[in-house]
């Protein structure tokens, strides 16, 4: 097999504050995580009429596969329908906008470092390899193909945590910040065991009307107010603040309290509530790993085996 031409490389995120909210413009807290996604771009002539298209997992195991006419964009064959479709209008965008690299390529491989139900960021970092391969805006690309707020797209280019908002006009706003608990080996990310529906998350939120400005205020203020403690005592005060605050307005309960009451600490959601990660503090990270453990949890991580070392300076 040939090399590929090019290669690109995307890294996936976790969301610590502003879930939610940040689609109303929030501030949000959020950290670029040593795992990520290649694209590895293969092009030739526009004699080809064929592209490939394939995505594997971390084993290396080819999990989706399309083959796609260049001339229209139309699926030829795939093993999962269902993800071809969801595909179309990004293949559109690329197609309209640039057609000279779309006529040229011949095949697309991605290939995740993580487990593909872990929800750090499949489709945000094949957004972000994308737009790197063809030259196009990442965040335009992703209104285009499934919408959101752009948070992980701008945690796929990051070399640091990040606060990220959208302003007035729905345009990212991005500061790279250095930020690092007090006691960062007793802040631990735990894998629930389940895949969130984003969508219907943010369906449901949308559902319940415009949000009140001063919660869109409080979540900004606590999200600047992490990157700034300087105890963690405070820290976990802030993040049982944001509990609080946003199972309030869902009419939802927290995780903590419906999986980890006698916690000595704070459990907080990451994202779209009941999936994916959940973060945790408390004053015995040797106790924590122990009380998670025997309850069923194993994919505990402290706070520096998860973020992407960091590379900007401040």
């Known amino acids: 097999m040939t090399e590929p031409s090019q290669s690109y490389r995307g890294s996936g995120k976790l969301l610590i504050s502003g879930e939610y909210v940040i689609l109303e413009g929030a501030t949000g807290l959020a950290i670029p995580v040593k795992y990520g996604q290649n694209l590895d771009v293969w092009t030739g002539d526009d004699n080809e009429e064929i592209l490939l298209w394939q995505s594997e997992d971390m084993y290396e195991m080819l999990w989706f596969e399309a083959r796609i006419k260049k001339s229209d964009g139309s699926i030829i064959s795939t093993n999962k329908p269902d993800i071809a479709a969801s595909l179309a209008a990004l293949i559109k965008f690329i197609k309209d906008f640039n057609p000279q690299w779309w006529n040229k390529v011949n095949r697309l491989k991605f290939k995740i470092d993580f487990p593909k139900q872990w929800g750090l960021g499949t489709s945000s970092t094949m957004i972000y390899t994308l737009s790197e391969a063809t030259g196009l805006n990442p965040y335009e690309m992703l209104n285009a193909a499934f919408g959101g707020s752009g948070y992980d797209i701008a945690c796929a280019s990051a070399n640091s945590p990040i606060l990220y908002s959208r302003n007035q006009f729905g345009q990212a706003e991005v500061e790279g910040i250095p930020f690092?608990?007090?006691?960062?080996?007793?802040?631990?990310?735990?894998?629930?065991?389940?895949?969130?529906?984003?969508?219907?998350?943010?369906?449901?939120?949308?559902?319940?009307?415009?949000?009140?400005?001063?919660?869109?205020?409080?979540?900004?203020?606590?999200?600047?107010?992490?990157?700034?403690?300087?105890?963690?005592?405070?820290?976990?005060?802030?993040?049982?603040?944001?509990?609080?605050?946003?199972?309030?307005?869902?009419?939802?309960?927290?995780?903590?309290?419906?999986?980890?009451?006698?916690?000595?600490?704070?459990?907080?959601?990451?994202?779209?509530?009941?999936?994916?990660?959940?973060?945790?503090?408390?004053?015995?990270?040797?106790?924590?790993?122990?009380?998670?453990?025997?309850?069923?949890?194993?994919?505990?991580?402290?706070?520096?085996?998860?973020?992407?070392?960091?590379?900007?300076?401040?």
Not at 236 to 253: A, N, P, W
Not at 254 to 276: C, E, H, I, T, Y
């Open 180 to 314: 690092e608990p007090i006691k960062a080996d007793q802040f631990i990310f735990l894998y629930l065991g389940n895949k969130a529906n984003t969508a219907a998350s943010i369906s449901y939120f949308k559902s319940l009307g415009k949000v009140p400005d001063t919660l869109i205020d409080e979540i900004s203020d606590i999200s600047t107010s992490l990157t700034k403690a300087r105890s963690h005592e405070y820290m976990i005060e802030l993040l049982q603040r944001h509990e609080y605050l946003i199972g309030t307005y869902l009419k939802m309960e927290p995780v903590q309290q419906r999986l980890f009451p006698d916690f000595k600490g704070v459990v907080k959601s990451l994202g779209a509530w009941g999936g994916d990660f959940v973060c945790a503090l408390s004053e015995d990270p040797m106790e924590d790993y122990a009380y998670f453990y025997n309850k069923g949890y194993f994919n505990v991580f402290p706070f520096k085996k998860m973020i992407k070392p960091v590379f900007q300076v401040f």
